[in-house]
């Protein structure tokens, strides 16, 4: 019986220590970062009920360290009605902006971005 025994563990440690030797841990590899192109989400929304129009821009997630963006609302005659410029908390991805309909222009308006030095812009009409 102990034959048995100690020929049992002899083979369960083998076993183990085979597991063992073929998990061991590899030196990493060069991370290899797939570039895809950036395609930022640019969206406006009349609310007539609410008589407003919200704009809603995502950014790329940092866990780290907050980001900086600016807002420009841009009439329909090409002027910019209001600039703002907004931080990101790190680990935020959207960032949001709205303006009331009372006193607007009618016509096309651009919301444009600017995010890490290029423009992005989503467009609307007001009637």
Same mark, same amino acid.
């Given at each position: /019986?102990?034959?048995?025994?100690?020929?049992?563990?002899?083979?369960?440690?083998?076993?183990?220590? !085979?597991?063992?030797?073929?998990? !061991? $841990?590899?030196?990493?590899e060069?991370? $290899?970062?797939? %570039? &895809?192109?950036?395609n930022?989400?640019? =969206?406006?929304?009349?609310? #007539?009920? #609410? *008589?407003?129009?919200?704009?809603?821009?995502? $950014?790329?997630?940092?866990p780290?360290? #907050?980001?900086?963006?600016?807002?420009?609302?841009? @009439?329909?005659?090409? %002027?910019?009605?209001?600039?703002? #410029? /907004?931080?990101?908390?790190?680990? =935020?991805? @959207?960032?949001?902006?709205?303006?009331?309909?009372?006193?607007?222009?009618?016509? *096309?308006?651009?919301?444009?971005?600017?995010?890490?030095? *290029? %423009?992005?812009? @989503? &467009?609307?009409e007001?009637?």
């Amino acid at each position: /019986m102990n034959r048995y025994l100690v020929s049992f563990l002899a083979l369960t440690a083998t076993l183990f220590a !085979e597991a063992t030797v073929t998990n !061991e $841990v590899k030196p990493l590899e060069k991370n $290899v970062v797939q %570039e &895809q192109p950036y395609n930022p989400n640019v =969206d406006c929304l009349i609310l #007539e009920d #609410e *008589k407003s129009i919200i704009c809603k821009f995502e $950014v790329i997630r940092d866990p780290q360290q #907050e980001q900086l963006i600016i807002i420009n609302w841009i @009439s329909p005659t090409g %002027e910019v009605s209001r600039t703002r #410029e /907004m931080i990101i908390p790190a680990g =935020d991805s @959207s960032a949001y902006d709205y303006r009331y309909l009372d006193g607007r222009e009618g016509g *096309k308006w651009d919301f444009k971005i600017i995010y890490s030095g *290029k %423009e992005y812009s @989503s &467009q609307f009409e007001l009637k």
